[in-house]
């Protein structure tokens, strides 16, 4: 008997829980333990023998887990023993802990917004999107690539005087917290006016960029452009208070109901308010407990009203918020982030007071972000101290710190040439100023750059322009040629940085032929520098900065075959250093060893060398220099003869920047 086919359905069991997923497992110690001791190895074997002279402990080896006993320089460390004076040991060490981002990594940490790369219009084609608030480095392409920021071909000719193109270009936001209540112009003011109690209300209404400003009489006697307008304005009506607070109340609620008509409006606050006189007349008399001055807050005056017209870029409402609200106090209250436009505020309100306080504040406050905009307010506002004080920290400073940052643009030319041609201006040698000019002249060609580039990326660039003449032969360049002719061009006397000056293609090649028939002429003459007869304007520079904690600092200055030690020796007085330099000999152990193997040495006995020492620092916010003048002596071999003058300097704060300057006249 045959059985009957049935067809079956497997229905599945209802849950009746929703569903979670599972947690992966956790591994297993025994393979996390063979990335922990290769993680921490470096760091181990950097510390070095332990107390109880115990070795640590190894991992063990197997075929997964393989402790390699030699491996390359750019590989990691992976023994935990002591590195002792294993120097190929230590340097896989310190690179194991320090680990810079990759390209990889930086590509992850500077990626956009995957919020902001959704395509919600349908109908158009998805295209990647980047942040307004972030820089934009390329100009064209749905694709960015790593040449954007060096162009292969240069920039359109510009005038004889070049204006700076980045002065349209918007600064980079900052974050704000979407969180955040960002302070209104309204809100900054009445934190300065509501410091000061006055017994009356405000009697002077300000019309000033588009806001109404509720000013009180007295505090307005310490702007003299405020004072004239009241002056020139029509007096105000009688001054009215109310009775006591209960007339207040009543008057209030008749006002802001719907049901009461004008007229009954009009009655209401008649009846409810009391004339007073005007405040020389009230300061008179004596006034009670029960005056109307004491028992109610708010008065009830008809203002004067004044109209300032303010046509300053720099200005906003923001920084006039903050200039008027610091009429109602005696102290200068003003963030250095907005010095500048309140000191512009300040400036055509003739505050005096306030004027000199953003200057004061300006001084404290120069660094290498402020120090461009603070030249430039102070020569708009006419603050002659403050563009003295800039100067000053220019002359010390454009190399060391200003020459490193993007702010080197906002730089005017005409500053920094006269910058260039300051006696004081301090530089570790004369081609750490051309390299700053070139950066400079990369900066004002290229204003789209929002980051300090690289020496590379600057030498690229200007070697990609046309090699048919150099970039001040051609008419983009020829308002940059004052500029590279303050520089000491015979003082670059190091092979590679001529051949960076040549591939750079900037300077003509006249120039770099005079430079290089000067060094053959003075070498071939036993060093005189016969064409240099102005000392101020032709001796070669080196200098360097104390601001560490060993107590001497020394380096070489090499010129024509004559090599020279320059020093700075702390004494035993605090902040007393004495500064010399001497002559060295051809087998001297200060000179290193490419110096003695490939350098020219003179084999001249003596040197006749006109010098000058030059020490300045900074002592309570102001500049203090030390300096020799010229002076000429001759060098020997000896030791009465090698050494120069000793100038000793005490109360030195540092940092102490230290310049030496030479030049080796006929002898």
């Not at 009670?288 to 046509?311: E, F, W």
């Not at 002719?485 to 000056?501: A, E, F, M, P, V």
């Amino acid at each position: 008997m045959m059985a009957e086919a049935k067809t079956m359905t497997y229905l599945p069991p209802k849950l009746h829980t929703s569903y979670y997923p599972t947690f992966p497992p956790k591994p297993s110690e025994d393979s996390l333990s063979y990335i922990r001791s290769v993680l921490t190895a470096p760091t181990t074997a950097l510390m070095g023998v332990v107390v109880d002279g115990r070795k640590p402990e190894r991992h063990a080896v197997t075929p997964r887990c393989r402790v390699r006993k030699m491996v390359g320089g750019t590989n990691r460390w992976r023994l935990p023993e002591s590195l002792g004076s294993d120097l190929l040991g230590s340097s896989q060490a310190l690179r194991a802990i320090n680990l810079p981002y990759n390209e990889s990594m930086v590509h992850i940490l500077t990626a956009e917004n995957p919020h902001q790369s959704i395509n919600l219009d349908m109908e158009k084609p998805y295209k990647f999107p980047l942040a307004d608030m972030r820089p934009r480095t390329t100009t064209g392409g749905d694709r960015p690539v790593a040449s954007s920021m060096l162009p292969q071909c240069p920039s359109p000719p510009y005038s004889a005087q070049p204006k700076p193109k980045y002065a349209g270009i918007p600064p980079i936001p900052t974050f704000v917290p979407s969180r955040a209540r960002p302070a209104k112009p309204m809100d900054v003011f009445h934190y300065h006016s509501k410091r000061t109690t006055y017994p009356t209300g405000p009697d002077v209404l300000l019309h000033c960029a588009g806001m109404d400003w509720e000013l009180h009489r007295p505090f307005l006697q310490k702007s003299e452009t405020l004072s004239s307008l009241l002056n020139y304005a029509d007096n105000p009506c009688p001054r009215y208070y109310y009775k006591n607070k209960a007339s207040e109340t009543l008057d209030n609620y008749i006002n802001r109901s719907h049901i009461y008509s004008n007229e009954y409006r009009e009655i209401s606050s008649r009846l409810n308010k009391v004339e007073v006189k005007d405040e020389a007349e009230l300061g008179k008399e004596r006034r009670g407990l029960d005056h109307p001055a004491h028992t109610s807050a708010r008065c009830m005056a008809n203002m004067t009203v004044i109209t300032l017209d303010l046509k300053d870029p720099v200005i906003t409402k923001h920084s006039i918020a903050v200039a008027l609200g610091n009429l109602y106090h005696d102290e200068t209250e003003v963030e250095v982030v907005d010095v500048v436009g309140v000191l512009a505020v300040a400036y055509h309100l003739k505050f005096k007071h306030l004027e000199n306080g953003c200057a004061r504040i300006m001084m404290r406050s120069i660094r290498s972000r402020t120090v461009c905009s603070f030249y430039q307010a102070a020569v708009k506002y006419k603050q002659h101290e403050v563009a003295t004080s800039c100067e000053r920290w220019l002359e010390c400073n454009l190399i060391p710190q200003l020459s490193t940052q993007i702010q080197l643009r906002d730089l005017p030319m005409d500053v920094l040439q006269k910058i260039l041609k300051s006696s004081r201006l301090f530089t570790f040698n004369e081609y750490s100023l051309y390299k700053v000019l070139a950066y400079w002249v990369f900066l004002q060609m290229n204003p789209q750059i929002q980051l300090m580039p690289s020496h590379s990326s600057v030498l690229a660039y200007f070697n990609s322009l046309p090699k048919n003449s150099s970039l001040l032969e051609r008419e983009e360049g020829q308002a940059y040629a004052p500029l590279f002719q303050t520089l000491r061009l015979h003082g670059i006397i190091d092979s590679s940085h001529i051949q960076d000056i040549q591939q750079m293609n900037i300077l003509p090649q006249s120039w770099i032929v005079h430079i290089l028939a000067q060094h053959y002429q003075a070498l071939h003459g036993g060093g005189d520098m016969t064409l240099m007869t102005n000392f101020n304007a032709a001796a070669i520079r080196q200098g360097f900065i104390v601001d560490d904690e060993p107590p001497y600092h020394s380096e070489v200055f090499s010129l024509h075959g004559f090599h020279f030690e320059i020093k700075a020796v702390r004494t035993s007085k605090r902040g007393t250093y004495s500064f010399y330099m001497q002559r060295l000999k051809p087998t001297d152990p200060t000179l290193t060893f490419r110096q003695c193997e490939r350098a020219t040495f003179s084999m001249r006995p003596d040197r006749d060398v006109k010098y000058k020492i030059m020490v300045q620092t900074v002592h309570d916010g102001e500049q203090e220099l030390y300096t020799t003048g010229p002076l000429t002596q001759r060098f020997g071999l000896g030791d009465k003869t090698s050494r120069s003058e000793v100038m000793t300097v005490d109360n030195l704060v540092k940092p102490i920047f230290v310049s030496f300057a030479l030049i080796f006249p006929p002898s």
